[in-house]
């Protein structure tokens, strides 16, 4: 039996997350699919990488109760990752 594998991080950063040039500090909830939170602290941060310019702290992550991630265009992926469409 596969664990759930989602992770809850939260991050705050000094930087511009829309692109714009708007430079500001931002802390954001994100939801990781990874193996251990270790995983998901490193992917969090390499997915964040290019929009930090300044400050970087993971404020916290841990295990979340999702048992499946719908998304809006019909893809669902459950916490044994196996991926389904819907809708």
Do not use: H, W
């Amino acid at each position: 039996m596969t664990l759930n594998k989602f992770f809850e991080v939260k991050a705050r950063y000094y930087g511009n997350p829309s692109k714009s040039e708007e430079i500001s500090t931002v802390t954001e909830d994100y939801l990781v699919d990874a193996l251990s939170i270790a995983e998901a602290e490193a992917l969090t941060v390499k997915e964040l990488k290019p929009y930090i310019k300044g400050d970087f702290d993971m404020l916290s992550a841990k295990r979340s109760n999702y048992s499946e991630v719908l998304f809006a265009r019909g893809l669902c992926i459950r916490a044994d990752r196996r991926e389904r469409q819907v809708g």
